[in-house]
């Protein structure tokens, strides 16, 4: 297997958010997976990742979980999710901590989410998203995400999710296909 976790390391994505105040987005490390536990066990009512689920994913070699991380703890964080010789990336997870919201956090990890799917030569950016789930819409929405499709009786209650897309640009760099080491962040 590759060691691309030079690549996709931390350095890689650091983002630094000054209307949220000293916080910094970069790919998850392990010392991460407590906060964001938390902060899944904070937002989300049901169907959350469990903390083994988490640590698997930080501790994968593609690194597909980013943090935005201030000095006290994790206010938000994205999980992708990379499936093996496909052309788009999906968002699985997005959340910020309600302490820090309407302030740019959700917006620079989405940011990050694209970063990071160019740079696997991704094409596109897809995920889904509660029918009724306004915040996360106008976020998306504003970011230029399109509904392409719905999925019926989607969640865990039986409401409908909207699917969003957008397409991304190609970087200037030249870009790697990711190898099959990537697989195992399919949800
Ligand atoms: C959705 C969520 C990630 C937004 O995070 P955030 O850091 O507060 O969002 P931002 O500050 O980056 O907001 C960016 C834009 O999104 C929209 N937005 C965010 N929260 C909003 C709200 N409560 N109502 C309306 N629009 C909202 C606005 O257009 C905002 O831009 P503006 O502040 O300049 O008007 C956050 O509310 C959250 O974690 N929600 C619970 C979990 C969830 O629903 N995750 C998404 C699953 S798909």
């Not at 790919?27 to 989300?44: K, P, T, Y």
């Not at 009512?45 to 935005?68: K, N, T, Y």
């Not at 009724?132 to 998306?140: E, F």
């Amino acid at each position: 297997m590759p060691d691309r976790s030079r690549d996709m390391g931390p350095a890689s994505f650091e983002i630094h958010i000054g209307a949220a105040g000293a916080m910094t987005v970069r790919a998850a490390a392990l010392d991460d997976v407590d906060g964001i536990f938390a902060l899944e066990e904070q937002v989300f009512g049901c169907d959350r990742l469990s903390r083994r689920a988490i640590r698997r994913f930080v501790a994968a070699p593609h690194r597909p979980v980013m943090v935005a991380r201030r000095a006290d703890g994790v206010a938000g964080y994205a999980l992708l999710s990379l499936r093996k010789g496909g052309r788009t990336c999906r968002i699985y997870s997005l959340a910020v901590d309600p302490r820090y919201s309407r302030r740019g956090v959700g917006r620079e990890l989405v940011h990050a989410c694209e970063r990071y799917a160019r740079a696997w030569g991704c094409e596109a950016l897809r995920l889904e998203t509660r029918y009724d789930n306004a915040p996360a819409i106008a976020l998306y929405r504003g970011l230029g995400y399109q509904e392409f499709d719905r999925f019926c009786q989607y969640y865990s209650d039986g409401a409908e999710a909207l699917r969003l897309e957008k397409k991304l640009t190609k970087p200037r760099s030249a870009v790697r296909r990711p190898s099959k080491a990537v697989s195992d962040s399919e949800p």
